[in-house]
């Protein structure tokens, strides 16, 4: 027992050199290897470490994706409406969000009425505006830069024509 905590420090040759040294192993009962290693080591002690047994790792299981009905009445809700004006209140524990709102009146009109989805979501924005609830519907996506270019280029072509100067530009307006 007193020679287990022994393995856990240094390496095989450290422990057989300090037997030898303290004249437990005597000089011809060293190793065949000790000599060699002595003469010969290596750049790096080589540490023996016991592989950690941990379960949960040895199993990576894939998380199978959740989605739930009202997912896709949020998205779309998002989609169109955005995020709104102002950031959630999460400091109020009874704060019910506007999407929220929006996604009970959407399942109140589905389970009274069968209508398809398009008339159902502009319904329950219809009901929720009944209720004083204002939805404002999501600024166009921004233009792109190249889009905006050819915008600009054809706005600069028609002043031009306008002002019936030529599209050289500078060589013919200053001569």
């Not at 994706?65 to 102002?86: H, L, N, S, T, W």
């Not at 996604?103 to 004083?132: C, H, I, N």
């Amino acid at each position: 027992m007193a020679g287990s905590r022994l393995t856990k420090f240094g390496t095989v040759f450290t422990r057989v050199r300090d037997l030898v040294h303290s004249g437990v192993i005597t000089r011809s009962e060293k190793p065949i290897w000790y000599d060699v290693y002595a003469a010969f080591p290596p750049k790096r002690e080589p540490l023996h470490m016991k592989p950690c047994a941990a379960p949960f790792a040895q199993k990576v299981q894939p998380v199978a994706e959740i989605f739930y009905p009202e997912d896709e009445v949020k998205a779309r809700f998002y989609e169109q409406y955005g995020m709104g004006p102002r950031p959630l209140d999460l400091s109020k524990s009874n704060f019910v969000s506007t999407c929220q709102k929006f996604v009970d009146k959407y399942s109140d009109l589905e389970g009274s009425e069968e209508q398809p989805d398009a008339t159902l979501f502009e319904a329950s924005a219809r009901a929720l505006l009944a209720e004083g609830i204002l939805l404002k519907t999501r600024a166009a996506p921004p233009v792109s830069a190249g889009s905006r270019d050819l915008v600009l280029e054809l706005k600069l072509s028609d002043m031009m024509a306008e002002h019936q100067l030529p599209s050289t530009g500078s060589e013919e307006t200053s001569k």
